[in-house]
C-alpha cells in the first residue's frame, strides 16, 4: 500500500480501468512500513511508482538513497 501524504503540484488522470497520479515538489508517499521522498513522481494506483530525483525510500529493514527508483507495489520491491 502506498499513500501519498505531499506534493507542491499534483494531477491525477483518471482512466477506465485505473488512475495515474503524477507529483511534483517535495513529493512524500507513507508505506505500511516506512516513507518515501523524492522529487518527483509517477504514481499508477496500485501497481507502481516511478520516482524521479534524490529518491530516499525509508523502512524498517533498509536505507534506499538513488536518482531514480521503480517501485513495483505488487511485488513490493523498489529497484534503483
Known amino acids: 500500500r502506498l499513500d501519498l501524504d505531499h ?3 499534483l494531477e491525477v488522470l483518471l482512466g477506465a480501468t485505473q488512475d495515474t497520479t503524477i507529483a511534483v515538489g517535495s513529493v512524500a508517499f507513507r508505506t505500511e512500513s516506512g516513507t518515501i ?3 518527483s513522481a509517477t504514481w499508477i494506483r496500485g501497481k507502481k511508482a516511478i520516482l524521479r530525483g534524490s529518491v530516499i525510500v525509508e523502512d524498517k529493514v533498509y536505507r534506499l538513497l538513488a536518482d531514480s527508483v521503480d517501485y ?6 523498489a529497484v534503483a
Open 72 to 77: 513495483d507495489l505488487l511485488k513490493n520491491q
Open 37 to 39: 521522498a523524492c522529487d
Open 7 to 9: 506534493a507542491d503540484l
